[in-house]
């Protein structure tokens, strides 16, 4: 990979919600402290990209957390036609459920 760079990709994935929103906050003393806050219907946006050494592939931005059912449909409308033989995909998912690795392992016959 030292020789070739351009094949590598790292996949990462970040997201922000509504349930961010702060409990607590500073004023004025003797001021009460006035703010807005969604109530009830939290929402999630959900951003995954590739990366390569010579700029972004395959941005993709929902709202909605992911799940398997999104990730599946990621790579395969938007990762996958951007790779090439020999592309060596990183997952910064450490964490995240084992069906992803196997996933995209089947979809591109690596």
């Known amino acids: 990979m030292r020789l070739e760079p351009h094949r590598l990709v790292l ?3 970040t997201g ?3 349930k ?3 409990l607590r906050g ?3 003393k003797g001021q ?3 703010s807005k806050a969604p109530f009830g219907h939290w929402k999630t946006q959900t951003f995954v990209a590739g990366l390569r050494c010579h700029g972004l592939t395959a941005p993709f931005v929902i709202d909605a957390p992911m799940n398997r059912r999104i990730f599946e449909t990621y790579v395969e409308t938007q990762l996958a036609p951007t790779l090439e033989k020999g592309d060596v995909v990183i997952m910064d998912m450490y964490g995240r459920p084992r069906w992803r690795k196997r ?3 089947a979809w591109r016959g690596a």
């Open 103 to 105: 996933n995209l392992q």
């Open 26 to 28: 500073r004023c004025l």
């Open 16 to 18: 922000t919600t509504t």
């Open 20 to 22: 961010m929103t702060r």
């Open 11 to 13: 996949l990462d994935e």
């Open 32 to 34: 009460r402290l006035r």
